[in-house]
Structures are given as structure tokens and as C-alpha cells.
């Protein structure tokens, strides 16, 4: 069977491509086409409305007909390995979070020499409520052993990326036992659609998207770190290819604006009416951390935003700016800063995958009457 | 306020395009990552998951938060111009039908000549279980005048596609009146989702997707023809810009698979074990015409499939064929043809917006141990 050799993909992507008005090409098209994710007018809602949640899938999306036959296994070093059903799993006590997650390639499609993936601009973030049940008694129950020092996980999908893979990622012992890392089956108050994991995946809160694996099948616990090419391989920042890079983990502080006015259909250019509007948006951080400040600003000149009540720990915060609308061309943005002092960017963050991209928000609008 | 100003939109989009590899624009780009669709693999669901159903909005979402104070107008050439509430309407017995629906654009990006517009290659379609009542009791209520000639469906989403204006499409009162056209509210179960129309949308079965206005605000009855963009100056099949061409009305016979095999991540190129294997697929066609036959090809050679039993009349029909996957390189493909005789053409149907490209669906594979 294919899955039991050691593939190396003939299907190669090529590297970074100057990031050029009509220089998109067909894969990256296909990609944005699979892949989808919030509309910017849907930073309105608490909640992000179930659909408009981001996803990137690296490979198809599992066909799982019903959860009954679903096992969780926990194996490697560990004292006791375990065979858990999702019978198992739903009797420990339920837990809801509101939980933002972003990709860690939103904002790709907005630097300057682009890697070829998915073309996010910026569309990878959304926020739900998610219900489940905490990893670490399960993890705690099974034992882990004094020589554990990486925790993987891994789904059932699987492909090429270079090489033959299932989706994997890994976690350090001290971060899979704490409590907010959940085994999750509800999204929304519904069970979790196929696309988002069904039956069950994982929530890495405040960690970017690709920690929080689907399709969740078997936790291995191992004694020299996890080598897949997810964890290794792909989520690394890098400054070039011969870089050894660092680990993509955490969200960085990154905030949002819904765009005033009206659009054109085509080119999404918004057309605003001149007098007073209220430019509304969404500020979010990485690790658990608050949004402390957020400015609005047009044409280079900024002002405090006010912000919303603080929500659930993991989840975006609302905030507001008023605005004058004077007639003619504008360039508006946003700028958040966390409790840690870290702010966003003004201008792009190299890297040359194009992950955590949080330089500020610019949208240009015409005002007129 | 702009929206009474007749605007002609200053963001004009260009013309079509050879449709090389590399040669997608950032405006097509935003809109693949704004517009989403189904995923191949998901057509194994007989009703498409929610979230993957396929969105085409012109413009914003509108944020309705709230469905208290939505009221539905129908005035015109009406003997009792009449204002609902949902509640009004939901007083209605209330029905549930199974309906494909596809947006005519399907297919766009795989002709060779592309118009810069959503650059769909074969996402836009899905199967919904849609909750409503039929519109007719409404309009019989409201007493069509004897003048009446067409019935305009207007949104609240606006902006700019050439000219300013409401998303709006009108129908024949024959069809109107019709038992099948209906307005709804629920879908799989639940409330419309904000991007599919809450509180209250069309659904008019066996059309393409542009028949069914989301947001539904006013019924405008008209004793000329409904002049609306996107009824006169979008949805028109045209060989070329001074054709006065042929209104898009239902949607043609088509066939998609689920692709064997694993993906390549980037490429979406498939590699499928050697041996005996089953190629699933749907099938559908418009106004209610049933499948009579799909056929499935390995590298031209055609053979039939066997059809699933039929399902709801405006629904996809499952199909499926063995194949016995030999190593090399293959192209697979499905054409289906309805009760009517039409059959999908192999190559493309040449549009100069891209509307109803049904021909067949195309899948390269490489088959290797």
C-alpha cells in the first residue's frame, strides 16, 4: 500500500515568486479555492458564523459517515496505552470555550515575494465555541513516562507535501497536560462538521491553527522529538532556505477592521459617504495574552480605538473608532498592541513561507456624496 | 446618500483574459478567497455539510442580527400590496426540500478565455435540505393585476457591479406561481447562516443559484420587464460583447467525482494504488429533469455507471464505476446525460462570462505501487 512507503513527492512546489499584480498561478488558485475562510464584514459577529470559520486542509477531507466505530489510542512511553471511544472520551465532564484561531499563513498573499501555498490575504481567523473535554486526565490516566519529552498527535489525513505524510503535529509534555488544551467534538452547539474535524480533533488555544490537529487518531508519546514534516518540515520561520529557523507556535497580536461603505463587486474597493461613520474591528493576541491598545488611522495619522469588554480569554476583543469622512482617497488602518507591549507591524514581516504576517490592516475607500 | 445616486462604478473590470497557467489576478484571487464551495471529497455526503456549500455574494454580507424586525414587502401591480414579518411568514405550513443548487459561473476557470470574475473551477454547487413555505400563497394574497408581467426579487445587499444598485432578479409570474419556488429560512435544520440569506431567502429549484436572492427584502410586481444589472446586464449567455445573447435561466447537466486516491498538498495531483477501485460521483441537471446515465472514462474509453437510486427531483443522483487502476499515468472523467437527451459536451461550451461550462470532469492521476 502506498501509505507504508517512504514517498517522496514528485509534485513539487516552486519556491518564492516576486508577488506581482497577475501573477497568481493555477495551483494557488485551486488552494484558495479549497480553502476558505471569514469575511471581513463577518468580524461583526461575537461568534464567527459557522461556515465562515477559516479552514486549511492539507489533504481531502476524511469521509467519516458516523463517530460510533471513532477510536482515540495513546501510546509510546507511556505506563498504561489506551484505546479510547468517543463514548469514552464524552463521559469525562464537558467544557465550552470561545476560542480565535488563526492560520499561521494569513497575510501570505500580502508580502512581497511570495511562497507558493495557499494565498491568504486576510481571511485565516475566526472564532467559535468550542466543546469538549481537557487532554491531561486522559494523558495523566495513561502515564507518562520519565524519558516523554514530546507529545505527537496525528489525524487521519494524509497525502504528499514533499514527502508521504499523515497530518502530525507535536506538543512538549508540559504544554499537552495543561488545561486549556482540549479534546474537542462540538463546534457552535453542533457536533463538529467533517471539514472541521469530525468527530474529533484537537484545540491548542492561542497557538495557530496548524497545533490544533483533526481528525484526531492516536497520540504517541516519544522519547526524542516528533520528526514529522508538519513540525519540522513546514511550520518553521525562516529567513532562507538554508535557515534552521524557529518553530511557528503562538498567534502574534494582530487586529482587523470590518470595511465601511459599500463595495464594487470585482475589485472590493469601497465607496464611503462623507460625515461621521463608526469603523468597527477585532483585535486578537497569541498565548492567552489581552489586547491592551488598539489605534485607527488614516492617512498615516492615528488615534486610540475604544475598546469592547474583554471576552473569553482565547477569543478576539471588539473595538471602535469614529471617524469624519473627508471626500477623496484614503488609506484607513489598524494597529493593536497586546499586554506584553508587542504591536503590529506597519509593513511586512519576511518570512519565506509567509508565516504569522501581522503587519497592520490598510484599506483604501473613496469618500464621496 | 450614495445608494440614490445612479453611480456608474469607477473600478470597471477588464475583459477576458487568455487563461494561462500564472496569469490570475489578485482581484480573481480575492474573490476565490471570499467565494467558497464544496470540496470533491464531499460530494460522498448526500446533503452537503454545512460550510461547504457554495457562497457567491456580489457584495457584503449584510449583518442582520436579528430577524424581529425583518418585514418582506410585496407592492407593484399588486390589488393588496402586503408587508410580513417572519413571523407571518413562518405561520405558513412549513416544507422542507432537497435542492442542488449551482452557480452558473461553475466552471469559469477552465475555459480558454477567462472573464475576470470568481474564478471557479468546479466548487460551486451543494445540496441543501431548505426549510421554507411557497411563495405563491403570498402573491395570490397580494392579487397579481391583470398588467403584470414580471416579479423582481430584491435583496438588501448593494453595491457597485458596473452601476450601483440592490442585488435584485425577477422571474415570470407563471414561475413565481409556481409550487416550487419557495421563501426560506432554514437550511439543514437550522436558521439560515448569515452568508446564505438569514433571515429570509429564495430558493427557485432547478436554476442556477442566481434565481435564489438572499436577504430577501421586497417583491416588486411590474407590468414591464425588471431592468435590474444583474437580471439585463450580468447573467446572460453572450458569444461576445454586442450579442444581445440569451438569458441564464436552469442549470445544465453536469457530473463531478470524488478523486481517487491521495493528494499532492500543492498540486492537488492524485497518486492511486494499482488494482481494483470505485469512483464515486453526483450527478444533477435543472428544472426538475432527471439522470437517464453517467458514463465513466479511463483515458476516452467510456463505460457506464451504475446510478444510485433517485433521490429528491431537484436533487444530485450518487453514481459510482469500477475501475481496475493500472500502473501509469490516466486521465478518469464522468459525463452524465439527462432524461431530455442533453448530454455534457467534452470540451468547454464557450461563454464570454464563463455561464454553464458543463463539459465533463477531468481528472489526471498517476497509478504506481
Not at 514528485?10 to 485551486?30: H, K, T, W, Y
Not at 479555492?33 to 459577529?45: F, K, P, V
Not at 507556535?249 to 461613520?277: C, E, F, N, Q
Amino acid at each position: 500500500m502506498v501509505e507504508t512507503q517512504p514517498w517522496v513527492s514528485p509534485f513539487d512546489a516552486q519556491e518564492g515568486r516576486p508577488n506581482m499584480e497577475g501573477d497568481f498561478l493555477r495551483e494557488e488558485v485551486r488552494l484558495a479555492n479549497r480553502n476558505s475562510g471569514i469575511l471581513l464584514e463577518a468580524l461583526r459577529h461575537d461568534v464567527t458564523p459557522t461556515g465562515l470559520h477559516y479552514l486549511l486542509n492539507h489533504f481531502d477531507v476524511p469521509y467519516v459517515p458516523s463517530a460510533t466505530d471513532w477510536t482515540l489510542s495513546i501510546t509510546g512511553r507511556v505506563r498504561r496505552p489506551l484505546k479510547l471511544s468517543m463514548a469514552d472520551i464524552q463521559a469525562q465532564p464537558h467544557k465550552t470555550m470561545r476560542v480565535t484561531l488563526e492560520c499561521a499563513g494569513n497575510g501570505r498573499a500580502n508580502i512581497g515575494m511570495r511562497r507558493q501555498s495557499m494565498p491568504w490575504m486576510y481571511e485565516a481567523v475566526g472564532t467559535s465555541e468550542w466543546t469538549g473535554t481537557p487532554l491531561r486526565p486522559f494523558l495523566e490516566e495513561a502515564g507518562l513516562e520519565s524519558d516523554a519529552i514530546d507529545v505527537s498527535f496525528l489525524g487521519i489525513d494524509r497525502g504528499f507535501d514533499k514527502v508521504f505524510h499523515e497530518y502530525g503535529r507535536s506538543l512538549a509534555p508540559q504544554l499537552a497536560l495543561s488545561d486549556d488544551v482540549m479534546l474537542v467534538w462540538g463546534m457552535n452547539g453542533q457536533p463538529l462538521l467533517p471539514q472541521h474535524g469530525f468527530p474529533l480533533r484537537m484545540v491548542v488555544p492561542g497557538w495557530y491553527g496548524m497545533a490544533s490537529v483533526k481528525w484526531l487518531d492516536r497520540i504517541e508519546v516519544l522519547d526524542s522529538p516528533y520528526q514529522g514534516h508538519q513540525q519540522v518540515g513546514s511550520y518553521v520561520y525562516k529567513e532562507s532556505a538554508d535557515d534552521p529557523g524557529v518553530p511557528v507556535t503562538h498567534i502574534r497580536v494582530k487586529s482587523l477592521m470590518v470595511p465601511p461603505g459599500i463595495p464594487d463587486w470585482y475589485t472590493r474597493h469601497r465607496l464611503v459617504a462623507p460625515g461621521a461613520t463608526e469603523v468597527f474591528g477585532r483585535a486578537w493576541s497569541g498565548n492567552g495574552v489581552s489586547i491592551k491598545r488598539v489605534e485607527f488611522g488614516v492617512d498615516g495619522a492615528w488615534q486610540d480605538a475604544e475598546l469592547d469588554p474583554a471576552s473569553d480569554k482565547y477569543a478576539w476583543r471588539g473595538w471602535r473608532a469614529k471617524w469624519h469622512a473627508a471626500e477623496g482617497e484614503h488609506e484607513i488602518a489598524c494597529r493593536a498592541t497586546d499586554e506584553n507591549g508587542d504591536t503590529q507591524p506597519l509593513d511586512e514581516r519576511w518570512d519565506r513561507s509567509g508565516f504569522g504576517n501581522n503587519m497592520v490592516h490598510k484599506i483604501r475607500v473613496t469618500v464621496r456624496a
